[in-house]
């Protein structure tokens, strides 16, 4: 059974970073693209950032200059640091990757239980 697990969430001031993890587990063929996504409260889920298994990254406009994807297919881990964080980035973030669960299987999506971020101003 897959999961997706994030961790680093919290309450950081305007201004401040913060860095989320993403760890895939199970059985794992292969992972494709993995990325982040949030919600805000009364707001659509909305793309942060992705990052393919070959390392191209896509941002939001919103965050672009101020986040960073990475991965390490090594650890089945994406992460995403977050700097310059302002009260709008408050949000439920959410892991997200295209992945084989084992073989034979196909290319299936997933997603982890989210981690709160509030930044305060």
């Known amino acids: 059974q897959v999961q997706l697990v994030e961790s680093g969430g919290g309450l950081v001031q305007a201004g401040g970073s913060l860095r989320l993890s993403c760890a895939a587990s199970?059985?794992?063929?292969?992972?494709?693209?993995m990325g982040w996504y949030r919600q805000a409260p009364g707001k659509q889920r909305e793309l942060v950032a992705t990052?393919?298994?070959?390392?191209?990254?896509n941002y939001a406009d919103s965050v672009k200059g101020r986040f960073t994807i990475s991965r390490d297919n090594a650890k089945n881990t994406v992460y995403v640091q977050m700097n310059s964080l302002k009260p709008e980035d408050t949000a439920v973030y959410y892991c997200?990757?295209?992945?084989?669960?084992?073989?034979?299987?196909?290319?299936?999506?997933?997603w982890g239980q989210g981690t709160p971020v509030t930044v305060s101003s």
């Open positions: 199970g059985t794992i063929r292969s992972i494709g693209v």
């Open positions: 990052i393919s298994s070959g390392g191209s990254t």
């Open positions: 997200n990757a295209y992945l084989r669960a084992g073989w034979g299987t196909p290319l299936r999506e997933y």
